[in-house]
């Protein structure tokens, strides 16, 4: 049996986003930007499918959306347009959590080799960062506060409504990288006071190379990319016409049916943390109340990450260790050690994360080859052999 439990890494194109992709890949391929009526219809339907985008994300207007290539460069740029504007004004700092996506971490280490001063909250061993480690944080000089809507490894959710009713308050703009929730978790950028939002399409079944940052009308956006004029003069580059369709095709009918689809993943996610939760020496990672519907992150003691994942996939289930993005990387998920999760432990992780096309019979083929699998490795590994003769402690 095929099982592609790796949904938190890519999703596969849905049929309404591919439909809706097509007809600009075929007979209406005009430049947007050209004036003559054949590129002012691919105009026309990039503004619709920007109207489609404030409306499923709450936006107050169409204008405060910008389509992107990825949500990798939504973050880049929030996180430089808050970071210019805050310089400007003689403030510094920026607040942000330990176990931000790299997008966001790899960004802002780069911004304090420019003389910008960070400070990375703990999320405590449950994932969920506090709204009141966020006030306390807060100073004088902090121009941005950015905390993403939900996990990519482990699929916790974080307050994002308090943090951003606080940042309201103390007059800080806020960030926040949904590239995990959006199309998945009701999001409302008015009304939880969030004032750029990241997303990227090929997590909720639109293609690859397209997503979007909206930005509250009243933040100066700096310009990321030099160029044209595209996206009023802030993302220069013809548009990806046809990716944008599909991006606003599959937002919306990930929002349509997102209660429904909800209810059906998250019983499949429960089944799968029930089950696998039963495997002497594991450890589900995570908060059980605040969590994305069809994320599961565990660890085993005794075992190798990367070796499971290899005799899963023998077996014919996709899943991953945490984000596809540190791929190849040999050291434990930062993810995993900023909840306090031993490093030695860390090592041992699995995700899995599975979406509305996943079926109970794919779970049932789960729950019986990870248990046999950890099973098999664990007889084969020095380490659990320490564990099971008691010349070492075990961590879970």
Known sequence: MFVYADNAATTSVSRTALDAMLPWLTEKYGNPSSLYGFGQEAREAVEKARQTLASCLGAAS????YFTSCGTESDNQALNSCARLGARKGKKHIISTRFEHHAILHTLKKLEKEGFAVTLLDVHEDGV?????????????????TVMFANNEVGTVQPIAGIGALCRERGIPFHTDAVQAAGHLPIDA??????????????FHAPKGVGALYVRKNIPLQSFLEGGAQERGKRAGTENVAGIMALAAALQESC???????????????????GLSKIPHSRVNGSMEHRVPGTVNLCFEGIEGETLLLALDKAGICASSGSACASGSLDPSHVLLSLGIPYELARGSLRLSIGEYNT??????????VPRTVESLRALSPLWKEYAEGRREHLC
Request: hydrophobic share 45%.
């Open 62 to 65: 169409a204008r405060e959306i």
């Open 129 to 145: 960062v506090r709204v009141e480690d966020v006030a306390a944080a807060i100073r004088e000089d902090t121009c941005l506060v």
């Open 190 to 203: 008015e009304k939880m006071d969030i004032d750029l939002l990241s997303l990227s399409g090929h997590k």
């Open 256 to 274: 349509e049916n997102m209660d429904e689809n909800a209810a059906r993943v998250t019983a499949m996610r429960d089944r799968l943390i029930a």
């Open 360 to 369: 109970d019979k794919e779970i049932d083929y789960i729950l019986e080859t």
